[in-house]
């Protein structure tokens, strides 16, 4: 399952991130899924222990604290998520539609175009945070000051990797 997941929410491949890693019992995700009769539900409790809360509540935190904004995530309570794991996933993921079951209740209150509006996740400047500005050398840096880094990531190819980057662009 951490295979397949990794495909769709990292920016390496996983011949990439196992060139990066010099380590890669270190980073082991220990979370266990057994009990979890569908794939569904196994990448969506992956979601809630990992991508969530380091990236996609990270992220909105920071941009509604920037701005002086209080965010709320209603569909997060542990008691709908609790609930939410017991719904049978044809009724989460119909085909390629997700969320389905918002997505019937909503057609009563809803215009349509709310409804069919396919996701629109937040978009990262890479370019920037890699090339340009203050950021420009934020990698370099983080690869010769971190003790992390100098343990556990292969600083040579990450060099490799940002250079073909760069020269991409």
């Known amino acids: 399952v951490e ?3 990794l495909s769709f929410c990292s920016f390496f491949n996983k011949n990439q991130i196992d060139k990066i890693l010099k380590n890669e019992t270190d980073f082991k995700l220990d979370i266990n899924m057994d009990k979890f009769n569908s794939f569904l539900n196994k990448l969506l409790y992956f979601d809630i222990k990992t991508i969530i809360p380091e990236y996609f ?3 909105a935190d920071k941009m509604t604290m920037l701005n002086s904004l209080e965010l709320r995530v209603p569909y997060l309570n542990p008691n709908l998520v609790e609930f939410a794991f017991t ?3 044809n009724l989460k993921l119909k085909g390629n539609k997700e969320k389905y079951i918002l997505r019937s209740i909503g057609k009563e209150l809803l215009p349509q175009q709310t409804i ?3 996701k629109q996740g937040y978009g990262v400047p890479y370019d920037q945070w890699i090339m340009k500005g203050e950021f420009g050398g934020l990698i370099e840096d983080y690869m010769q000051e971190s003790e992390f880094a100098k343990k556990s990531l292969d600083n040579l ?3 490799k990797l940002v250079d073909k980057y760069k020269t991409s662009r």
Do not use: F, T
């Open 57 to 59: 509540l990270m992220k």
């Open 3 to 5: 295979d397949y997941y």
């Open 87 to 89: 719904i049978p996933p």
């Open 157 to 159: 190819y990450v060099k």
């Open 116 to 118: 069919e509006k396919k």
